[in-house]
C-alpha cells in the first residue's frame, strides 16, 4: 500500500502545473470526491496566524507567521508566471487575517529566502519549495505565531490544512478533519510528508497543522503539491525550514 502510494503521489504535479482538460469542468484539483472545507473562525488559534500572500502581479498564496516578522509559505508562490524568475520583494504582500477585502494587518515583503536547491523555471522540486518572507515592520503578536514541529506527524495523526482557494479567494476555507499518511520518499530531493487533506489553489503555502507535544498546534508541513482528483497532497516538512537568524 505504501509503495502504491508513494508511486501516485510522485506522479501527481503541482496545483499550479496541472495540465488543462485533465479534470472535468468547473471541478477543481486537490478536493475529491466530497469537499470538507468550511470556513473558520480568524480570531481563534490557530487560525490566528494565518494570512494572505498576495504579489502585485495578482497570483495569490497562503502563509502564516512564524515570528512577529517572518511569514512562512511556498517558493513557488513567488515565482513569476510570464517571466519565470522570482518576483522582486517589494512586489509582495501579507495580510495577516484577511477576510472580504479587511485585514487585521498588512506588510509588505523587504526581502525573502526560497530553499536552498529551489529553482523557478520550471518551479520546484517540491521537497524544496518553501520560503522564509521577512516582512517590513513587525505586525504579529506572540499569541499570532505558529511553532515550527521539528518531528513529522505519525501515520494517522489528525491534521488541519486551511487557505485563501480559488473558489472562495475573500474567505479561509479549511479542512479540519484530515490526518497524515507518512512519509513519501521523492526522487532526487528528501521526503515529504503525505496527507488526505482537502486544498485546492491557493492553499499552496499554507500550513499544514499538528498538535505538538505541549498540545498546542503547530506548523507540521508547508503545502507544495495537491493531487488532481483526490483530496490528498505533499507538504514539505517543516523540519527542513530554516529561519533567518535561528
Do not use: K, N
Amino acid at each position: 500500500m505504501r509503495r502504491l502510494l508513494s508511486v501516485l503521489l510522485l506522479a501527481a504535479l503541482p496545483v499550479a502545473a496541472q495540465p488543462p482538460g485533465r479534470l472535468p469542468a468547473g471541478t477543481l484539483p486537490g478536493l475529491g470526491a466530497d469537499d470538507a472545507r468550511h470556513p473558520v473562525p480568524l480570531a481563534e488559534a490557530p487560525w490566528r496566524a494565518l494570512g494572505r500572500v498576495q504579489t502585485e502581479l495578482g497570483s495569490r498564496c497562503t502563509g502564516a507567521l512564524v515570528a512577529p516578522d517572518l511569514v512562512l509559505t511556498a517558493a513557488h508562490c513567488l515565482v513569476s508566471p510570464r517571466a519565470r524568475g522570482l518576483v522582486r520583494p517589494g512586489t509582495v504582500h501579507f495580510m495577516l487575517g484577511y477576510d472580504r477585502g479587511a485585514a487585521v494587518a498588512h506588510a509588505r515583503v523587504a526581502a525573502y529566502r526560497v530553499a536552498p536547491g529551489f529553482r523557478a523555471d520550471p518551479a520546484g522540486p517540491p521537497p524544496v519549495d518553501w520560503a522564509v518572507l521577512m516582512l517590513d515592520r513587525p505586525i504579529g503578536a506572540p499569541d499570532r505565531v505558529l511553532p515550527l514541529l521539528r518531528r513529522p506527524p505519525a501515520p494517522r495523526t489528525p491534521l488541519m490544512l486551511g487557505g485563501y482557494q480559488q473558489d472562495r479567494p475573500e474567505v479561509l476555507l479549511a479542512d479540519t478533519g484530515c490526518r497524515a499518511i507518512g512519509l513519501v520518499g521523492m526522487q532526487g530531493g528528501p521526503p515529504m510528508l503525505a496527507h488526505d487533506c482537502a486544498g485546492t489553489r491557493g492553499a499552496s503555502g499554507a500550513p499544514v497543522l499538528a498538535r505538538g507535544e505541549d498540545g498546542r498546534w503547530g506548523i507540521a508541513g508547508i503545502v507544495s503539491v495537491m493531487l488532481a482528483d483526490a483530496a490528498m497532497g505533499l507538504a514539505v516538512p517543516a523540519a527542513a525550514v530554516r529561519l533567518p537568524g535561528r
